[in-house]
């Protein structure tokens, strides 16, 4: 069995109010963990993972020593500013491992994520944190974590360089989308424009298609599929192309191809109310769009679990 728990499922920025209430304002952070282990996995760091710190050093009355493996899909600020406030890591009976991806950045993934503590943005430098910290890069891959833990990385389509994680374990299957968008042809496809190249807009039409489809083949048949899904198509063809972030359509029919058996989308517009949510789920959660596949927007502090 593996079970998950949403404690932000917001994108881009925080975005506490009366009309976020429902489906919470906090940015990503899951915490998933696995029957008959001990194991804690927390993928990315959003301000969400406050209350998650919170809640495990209250259900830690004496000291005890406390280990998680955080994931990281990438390091865009709304993904890892929750690191700061995450109580554990002041605490020396703390270890984490924390997964990132490797960037073409020069810089190392603890120099990324250590430069939130300086001075200049956070009053706790990273050499005063009490916990023991390991950082480890990561490459799109197969990885074994022990304890019958496999973990597959795959590159997704954003400006910064972000991972999906596919997580198999106790004969169940979840996987994460964060923060991608459909791959596109990015040549000219118009023979009348300056800058068009038959055989540019040809390659490009073809990898495209490749990658989406290897997208498909790393959700196959998965249990959870919890995927980004941040604008309408409408949304996404007036202007938000390009910005790294799905159309709902395409994420429900991407799953749909793949034989995902349950979809959560997430990673909600910041501007998104309660009540926009509620209409779209009326839309997209519905046997005519989704057929037999169960979809929902995940909402913060929901719990699933994978028998």
Known sequence: MM???????????????PDTVKYGGNTSCLELRFHNSERVMIIDAGSGMRSLGDSM??????????????FLTHTHLDHILGLPFFA??????????????????????????????????????????AANIEYIDLKEGQYDLGDGIQLTAKYMNHPLLSLGYRIECCGKII????DTEPFYNVFSTDPAGTSYDELLASEGALVAREENQRMVEFFDGADLLIHDGQYTLAEYECGKKGWGHSPIEYVVDAARRASVKRLAICHHDPLRTDSQIDELSEIYCSREVSGNMETF??????QVELF
Do not use: H
């Open 88 to 129: 554990p890591i002041y605490n020396s009976q703390t270890i984490l491992k924390i997964y990132g991806p490797v960037t073409c950045e020069e810089a190392l993934l603890k120099d990324v994520i250590g430069g939130q503590f300086s001075y200049r943005y956070f009053p706790v430098r990273q050499n005063e944190l």
């Open 3 to 17: 079970k998950l728990k949403f404690w932000g499922v917001r994108g881009s920025i925080p975005s506490p109010g």
């Open 297 to 302: 927007f995940a909402r913060e502090g929901m």
């Open 57 to 70: 050093i209250s259900k830690n009355p004496k000291n005890d020593r406390l280990k998680a493996d955080v």
């Open 175 to 178: 996987c994460t989308a964060y």
